[in-house]
């Protein structure tokens, strides 16, 4: 069976890349949905309608097995996507990585993530039901997605971070990037906060390390502009990967 792989862009790419590696003759389609990009900075219904529509396209393909690697999408969409479609099984990124601090000695918390998943409060909700005893900071960086898709240098980055965050966030013990475009400004993100970065990517390889694959192959697929979407991926990772268009 195939798995479904769902994000606004790059973010999710790292992920599918992980997964792939890890897994190279598992089948997985990966959805990066450019055209909507970035989620962040869009509505809670906005983003709901959104994910409606990309798990039916997923569905339309036979499959019932989906990575929303999303925060955005866990954050404000997962619920309704649960009930709209009972006979798919969907993987969070929220819970896993969160889980992960529980084997960490940590005691306040330093959250990066879009708009619209801080004002979710699902990562203070989460670190909360499970260690209760960590001390939350949510801090949004709403153009972060933005600059990462669009290839922006690694010093307009860095200092994009530094401006939003002050003296006081740095001295949190634990960063978690509650985004997964996060981890391709993991250079910016370590020349800033020189404690423990926590990001989603292996646990989520994890994830599936008892699972028994079926043998298939995998593709990328994007909403908007499959050239760029190429390009992106050989700037990022160095890797010549095709995308199909789709509409959606
Ligand atoms: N990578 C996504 C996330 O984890 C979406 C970012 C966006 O498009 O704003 O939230």
């Given at each position: 069976m195939t798995i479904g792989i769902i994000d606004s862009g790059l973010g999710g790419y790292s992920i599918y890349h992980a997964l792939h590696k890890a897994y190279p003759k598992a089948a997985f389609h990966f959805l990066a949905d450019q055209r909507n990009a970035p989620y962040g900075n869009k509505t809670a219904e906005e983003i709901k309608s959104i994910a409606h529509k990309n798990i039916a396209w997923f569905k339309s393909n036979g499959i019932n097995e989906i990575v929303i690697a999303c925060n955005t999408m866990n954050a404000v969409a997962l619920d309704t996507l649960k009930t709209d479609f009972p006979d798919i099984k969907f993987h969070d990124v929220v819970y896993p990585t969160v889980k992960q601090l529980e084997h960490l000695k940590l005691s306040k918390i330093l959250v990066v993530a879009t708009r619209l998943t801080i004002q979710s409060d699902i990562y203070a909700r989460t670190i909360q039901s499970l260690l209760p005893n960590i001390k939350v900071t949510s801090i949004a960086l709403p153009d972060l997605v933005q600059k990462i898709e669009g290839l922006n240098s690694i010093d307009e980055i860095t200092g994009y971070i530094e401006s939003n965050l002050c003296e006081k966030d740095l001295l949190n013990d634990g960063l978690i990037?509650?985004?997964?475009?996060y981890p391709l400004a993991q250079d910016s993100f370590e020349s800033i906060f020189k404690q423990r970065i926590i990001d989603s990517i292996q646990v989520m390889v994890e994830l599936f390390k008892d699972k028994k694959f079926e043998e298939g192959e995998s593709h990328c697929f994007t909403t908007k502009d499959e050239a760029y979407a190429k390009h992106q991926v050989h700037q990022l990772f160095q890797i010549e990967q095709e995308f199909t268009k789709i509409e959606v």
């Open positions: 990037l509650g985004c997964t475009h």
